[in-house]
């Protein structure tokens, strides 16, 4: 059972413009929302997170939006650039879990130059 | 700092052979974490731990096993490896919980079991 859903798969966008990358989940406990971004033949590493408190998140090219009612959060690339072209991981942990992490499935992204 | 390391990068085992992967973090992280990657499916939770001397089961524990001997150190082992255990395996640390908590991840060993 996926804790976190993430849409799209795959996501193909040209130099300059936005990418949207989407993630719902159930639990209402989880209380801290990572994105991840993973290179090919790399870990992944933490972009950018949010908690519940704050409807949004800013950090560059990098937002996060967060809609606690309809427990979904997304992330934003403002002005994408093809070395932007990687997998990225939506995340979910809860506190009283020791910091396990339930990740999305990942969405592929393609800048196009 | 090195950050999270692991060893091997790649490694290829027969079905039924044993081995270990290995894991080591030098920012004196009590937090660590051991995941698989598959195609397509995100990164399963393995095995977890929150200190020397203490683990616990994730997503996905069966056919594996950790100790936690060290700070340092997160060894995860593999019995009588299967095909269904050929992935990726990242090991990860974490820093302290709070607004900026952060999981840091290893460049991942590929794991081929045939």
């Known amino acids: 059972q996926q804790q976190v859903k993430q849409s799209p798969q795959s996501l193909i966008v040209q130099k300059g413009g936005i990418s949207i990358i989407n993630c719902a989940y159930e639990?209402?406990?989880?209380?801290?929302f990572p994105w991840y971004q993973q290179f090919p033949g790399k870990g992944p590493a933490l972009l950018i997170a949010?908690?519940?408190?704050?409807s949004e998140k800013k950090e560059g090219r990098f937002t996060i939006s967060f809609n606690k009612s309809a427990k979904q959060f997304s992330l934003h690339i403002m002005d994408s650039q093809p070395g932007d072209s990687a997998t990225y991981f939506c995340?979910?942990?809860?506190?009283?879990?020791?910091?396990?992490?339930?990740f999305g499935r990942g969405t592929q992204l393609t800048v196009w130059p | 700092n090195a950050g999270v390391t692991q060893t091997p990068k790649f490694r290829i085992l027969k079905i039924g052979q044993s081995m270990t992967l290995q894991c080591t973090q030098d920012?004196?992280?009590?937090?660590m974490y051991w995941y698989r990657q598959d195609p397509g499916m995100g990164l399963k939770l393995i095995y977890y731990?929150?200190?020397?001397?203490?683990?616990d089961k994730g997503e996905v524990p069966n056919g594996y096993n950790v100790s936690r001997s060290t700070t340092e150190d997160f060894p995860l082992r593999l019995e009588l490896a299967a095909p269904s255990q050929t992935s990726v395996y990242f090991c990860?640390?974490?820093?302290?919980?709070?607004?900026?908590?952060?999981?840091?991840f290893g460049p991942g060993t590929r794991l081929l079991v045939l």
């Open positions: 949010i908690r519940p408190d704050v």
């Open positions: 990860a640390s974490r820093t302290p919980a709070g607004a900026q908590e952060t999981q840091y």
């Open positions: 731990s929150v200190g020397a001397g203490i683990t």
């Open positions: 639990n209402t406990a989880f209380d801290y």
């Open positions: 920012m004196n992280h009590n937090y």
């Open positions: 995340a979910a942990s809860k506190g009283s879990t020791l910091g396990r992490l339930y």
